[in-house]
């Protein structure tokens, strides 16, 4: 196992880990099960299991070193362990779980809060910290399709049909949004033009946002929100401000799924507007008037999606297909199972499955690995072509 790390663990694990053997200078092949059951779980959206995943096979590698006697024998464990941890995926579901874990902490954390709007089952509350971060948390419930709600968060350049926008009194809402790029199934970045209230001018942000399937344990989901920095994403140029001003926002949503047609929602941002202090009528404007709309709007549009959305839904399988058979199979989704069409019906054993990765060669290969499948993870599914409408 320690040899195998080192010598393929900087290139992020190859198609050799499927035919690699006891024979071929790999003392222990559980280990890298484990490891490849880690990376499955990632493209899966399972982070925090995954990351459990890794923490039991890094226990496993300091367990080795301390019992490890010969000069030869620790240095090789010693590189195997530095290998492991330079992995990029391996990085990057750490880092993404440690901001699950952060989120959960920040929706549950006592802060002193000022109720600014609780009717209709939607609660708004709001709270200024020194410096001008401005605190923003919404509470509210859905009787609807929880695979709806993904689509309508999903469709970041659809968020215009249903995020409000006022020009009078006060002019304020979305000017623009844009997918920069799907990182994964539920990963994005995003760039975001805002029309501020008069005095001040035009606001931009460019953001990622990550969701974790918690469905198994916790029965619910979290996404993360956060900025996002030209280093972190080497690949995808970013934007420039320009003639807005760059604003910071991070925070994230929670989703406690309470039956297959039932969802409650916490919702919290962090907003630094880049203003030392908001004038009272615009912070009322926003917490009293503005997020409650879009509260409202957005429960509105996931009752009764839009035809543009059922479009896109139908046309991407490998996203929508997937998430529906993974909330199924959680319990968080009621109605009939996606049927298979003819073509898949007659498909050949050991082919790949219409929706995997090999139909999306821009995922298939995430950071160099070629995605393991097991037989107790999800599988992904193909959606017809001649479904009917999503309800």
């Keep these: 196992f320690f040899r195998f790390v080192i010598q393929h663990g900087t290139m992020c694990l190859t198609p050799k880990m499927d035919t690699i053997s006891q024979e071929q200078d790999f003392p222990d092949v559980g280990h890298a099960e484990l490891l490849k059951t880690a990376h499955a779980l990632g493209k899966a959206e399972r982070l925090m299991d995954a990351a459990q995943v890794l923490c039991e096979i890094e226990g496993l590698i300091k367990s080795t070193l301390e019992k490890a006697t010969g000069e030869g024998t620790t240095s090789m464990q ?173 925070g994230g949503i929670r989703v406690l799924v309470n039956s297959s047609s039932h969802c409650t929602l916490r919702v919290q941002w962090d907003i630094d507007p880049v203003v030392p202090v908001l004038p009272d009528v615009i912070v009322s404007f926003v917490t009293q008037t503005y997020a409650h709309l879009g509260a409202v709007q ?30 199924r199979q959680a319990g968080a989704l009621s109605g009939l199972p996606v049927q298979p069409d003819a073509a898949d019906a007659d498909q050949k054993e050991g082919q790949a499955p219409s929706g995997t990765p090999d139909d999306h060669p821009e995922e298939a290969d995430d950071e160099g690995y070629v995605s393991a499948h097991s037989d107790d993870l999800v599988e992904h599914v193909a959606v017809p072509e001649e479904r009917a409408a999503v309800p």
């Excluded at 970045?189 to 916790?218: K, S």
């Excluded at 509105?300 to 909330?327: I, T, W």
Aim: net charge negative; proline share 5%.
């Design 78 to 250: 010693q590189e195997c362990l530095s290998k492991f941890e330079e992995i990029p995926w391996v990085q990057r579901i750490r880092r993404q779980a440690a901001q699950h874990r952060e989120l959960a902490l920040l929706l549950e954390a006592p802060v002193d809060w000022t109720t600014e709007y609780a009717k209709s089952g939607i609660t708004v509350r709001h709270r200024a910290e020194p410096g001008g971060l401005q605190r923003i948390r919404l509470d509210f419930e859905m009787d609807t399709s929880l695979l709806n709600a993904a689509a309508v968060m999903n469709e970041a350049d659809l968020w215009h049909t249903w995020v409000p926008l006022y020009r009078f009194p006060i002019r304020g809402g979305i000017r623009n949004c844009v997918k920069l790029a799907q990182l994964t199934r539920a990963s994005q970045l995003l760039h975001l033009q805002v029309i501020a209230p008069y005095p001040f001018t035009g606001r931009d942000w460019v953001g990622q946002w990550h969701a974790c399937d918690q469905l198994e344990h916790q029965k619910m989901i979290t996404v993360v929100v956060d900025d996002a920095l030209q280093s972190d994403f080497p690949d995808h140029p970013l934007p420039a401000a320009n003639d807005h001003v760059r604003v910071s926002v991070k």
């Design 298 to 327: 957005f429960r509105d549009m996931v009752k009764n999606l839009s035809a543009e959305h059922q479009e896109r839904m139908r046309s991407d399988p490998h996203v929508y297909g997937f998430f529906e058979e993974r909330m």
